[in-house]
T-cell receptor, first 114, second 110 residues
């Protein structure tokens, strides 16, 4: 089966600019996650969707980050405006359900904010 | 919320030796504990997981043990090989959220 797809793979922007990331989960996976992985750290959950509804966004900086999953399939994550500390790899993952089943990660988008 | 601590942060072993990575968690309600391997520049990949109703699970050269009372779990890799060199992350699931540890950089030396 095809894996989780993400684009772009790399993005360099200046601070205060905006950026958007796209994720296409594995077909049939109801749960989609966005993680932020800062260099040298473990992934940190930003937001979790179950179909097109938000399950958890407690660690999403809502003043600058937004995410949507219209139609319960693809998802976009947006940062506006970006800060230097947003430099990280943004990983999208999906699972069949949210209840302890394996999460499959995409290749990630490496964001550099200068 | 859940807090996961992982030790050591770096681990260097000789090829053929065993490697052990330990994690502790804070939420006694956590019931699912996966381990991920992440090679440089690549995505995390699940290598083994364990649920709270099981104390130990083994898959070829890797094994995971869970002590619910002490709230800690460990990854054991036997007969290490150079291709085992990577960053390993433990995680714990409380509710719907997976919380990751800070990672262990494992280096297997020839």
């Amino acid at each position: 089966e095809a894996g989780v797809a993400q684009s772009p793979r790399y993005k360099i922007i200046e601070k205060r600019q905006s950026v958007a990331f796209w994720c296409n989960p594995i077909s049939g996976h109801a749960t989609l996650y966005w993680y932020q992985q800062i260099l040298g750290q473990g992934p940190k959950l930003l937001i979790q969707f179950q179909n097109n509804g938000v399950v958890d966004d407690s660690q999403l900086p809502k003043d600058r980050f937004s995410a949507e999953r219209l139609k319960g399939v693809d998802s976009t994550l947006k940062i506006q405006p970006a800060k230097l500390e947003d430099s990280a790899v943004y990983l999208c993952a999906s699972s069949i359900t949210g209840t302890g089943r394996e999460q499959y990660f995409g290749p990630g988008t490496r964001l550099t904010v200068t | 919320g859940e807090n996961v601590e992982q030790h050591p942060s770096t681990l260097s072993v000789q090829e053929g030796d065993s490697a052990v990575i330990k994690c502790t968690y804070s939420d006694s309600a956590s019931n699912y504990f996966p381990w991920y391997k992440q090679e440089l520049g690549k995505r995390p990949q699940l290598i083994i997981d364990i649920r709270s109703n099981v104390g130990e699970k083994k898959d070829q050269r890797i094994a995971v043990t869970l002590n619910k009372t002490a709230k800690h779990f460990s990854l054991h890799i036997t007969e290490t090989q150079p291709e085992d060199s990577a960053v390993y992350f433990c995680a714990a699931r409380g509710g719907n959220k997976l919380t990751f540890g800070t990672g262990t950089q494992l280096k297997v030396e020839l």
